[in-house]
């Protein structure tokens, strides 16, 4: 399966080893794990929420992007739901190619766009007990918008 939303954390190596397993024609996969951050201890947690099917189809459809844009031989999106703690892991990317550059462009697309397209719900809770919705970042809409640029050209 090429993505996967799920509760339980992730193995990047076995999802590495998976992607590449018998693949001798793959010379670079580029990985992007990411991370709950604390926020200098101000964060408690935060919890994710998604809703079913449509976020599967979400993903899928950003996955399937990065495949036929850039020439690769594989590729891998995790996105886990539900609460997590800071230093948990969030969100895995996996792109694979048989040379470094489409797997980094493609990696970095993937998560530009889960970013911005896919659609999770994320509530943090502080320190202070305090929880409250977080909204879309500027940075995040302006970073996929240079991918939409590219393709124009």
Not at 4 to 13: H, L, M, N, W, Y
Not at 101 to 124: G, H, I, N, V, Y
Not at 134 to 148: P, T
Request: glycine share 8%.
């Amino acid at each position: 399966m090429s993505v996967c939303v799920q509760t339980e954390d992730f193995s990047i190596e076995a999802e590495i080893a998976a992607l590449s397993a018998g693949r001798g024609d793959i010379g670079a996969v580029v990985s992007f794990t990411g991370l709950v951050r604390d926020n200098g201890g101000a964060l408690r947690g935060m919890e994710l929420e998604h809703y079913p099917g449509m976020t599967e189809k979400a993903l899928q459809e950003i996955h399937d992007h990065a495949v036929h844009r850039w020439s690769l031989d594989g590729a891998r999106i995790i996105h886990r739901v539900g609460p997590l703690a800071p230093g948990e892991r969030i969100v895995l990317v996996l792109a694979a190619s048989r040379h470094r550059q489409d797997a980094f462009e493609a990696a970095s697309f993937m998560m530009d766009f889960l970013k911005t397209r896919a659609p999770f719900w994320k509530k943090e809770t502080g320190a202070d007990g305090q929880a409250h919705w977080v909204d879309a970042r500027e940075s995040d809409e302006s970073a996929a918008a240079l991918w939409l640029d590219d393709e124009e050209e």
